[in-house]
């Protein structure tokens, strides 16, 4: 069974920082991208970020490149997206995806974890 547990959410001052972490388990980490994915109240998903199986190759939105760093450890099975200079505009439910294969920069992830909620205040 995949599952993917997403922590590290909870309320910040804008311009403040969380770190959002993901453990993964049922699947060969290896083998698979892994993106963080937004959704704000009322919006469509929207990819945060997302890095390949293994070179580090990474994306970031535009809105929060320079402010948010991912990373993954696929020793411990982890990925984990940095984020600083938080903003109001940041407030979401962030979810974490796993797809097996090449890195895509799109919101049609195969297995996602169950979502930790970032509120931002002004």
């Known amino acids: 069974e995949v599952q993917l547990q997403a922590s590290g959410g909870g309320l910040v001052q804008a311009g403040g920082s969380l770190r959002l972490s993901c453990a993964v388990s049922?699947?060969?980490?290896?083998?698979?991208?892994m993106s963080w994915i937004r959704q704000a109240p009322g919006k469509e998903r929207e990819v945060v970020s997302c890095?390949?199986?293994?070179?580090?190759?990474?994306y970031y939105a535009e809105s929060v490149r320079g402010r948010f760093t991912i990373s993954r450890d696929n020793a411990k099975r982890t990925v984990t997206l940095r984020m600083n200079s938080l903003k109001p505009e940041d407030t979401a439910v962030y979810y974490c995806?796993?797809?097996?294969?090449?890195?895509?920069?799109?919101?049609?992830?195969?297995?996602w974890g169950q979502g930790t909620l970032v509120t931002v205040s002004s």
């Open positions: 995806a796993a797809r097996e294969g090449a890195v895509v920069v799109s919101v049609k992830y195969d297995d």
């Open positions: 890095t390949s199986k293994s070179d580090g190759t990474a």
């Open positions: 049922g699947i060969t980490f290896d083998d698979y991208a």
